[in-house]
């Protein structure tokens, strides 16, 4: 069974840092290109971060310079490191699994608010 679990999420004050990770399960990590969506209320999902099986990272402009995008795959794990944070960055992360098949995790939420 395939699982993608998200955590990391919370409110935190503009200029603040946030670690999300997500947990891959039921297929092979290594062999799947990896990225971080968002979602903000009202907006359609769009990519923040993307990191490939070969490790090459890719990222929205908007969080250019901000965030950091890096997988183990020893531990079948994702990470988005979130510093520098506006509050525009709020809205619900989700992990995404990408080669043979698209997988989604069921998303957290990230709130910059003072």
């Known amino acids: 069974q395939v699982r993608l679990v998200e955590s990391g999420g919370g409110l935190v004050q503009p200029g603040g840092s946030l670690r999300l990770s997500c947990a891959a399960s039921?297929?092979?990590?290594?062999?799947?290109?990896m990225s971080w969506y968002r979602q903000a209320p009202g907006k359609e999902r769009e990519l923040v971060a993307g990191?490939?099986?070969?490790?090459?990272?890719n990222y929205a402009d908007s969080v250019k310079g901000r965030f950091t995008i890096s997988r183990d795959n020893a531990k079948n794990t994702v990470h988005l490191q979130m510093n520098s944070l506006k509050p525009e960055d709020t809205a619900v992360y989700y992990c995404k699994a990408s080669r043979y098949a698209n997988f989604w995790g069921q998303g957290t939420q990230v709130t910059v608010s003072s």
């Open positions: 039921g297929f092979t990590f290594s062999s799947y290109d």
């Open positions: 990191i490939s099986r070969g490790s090459s990272t």
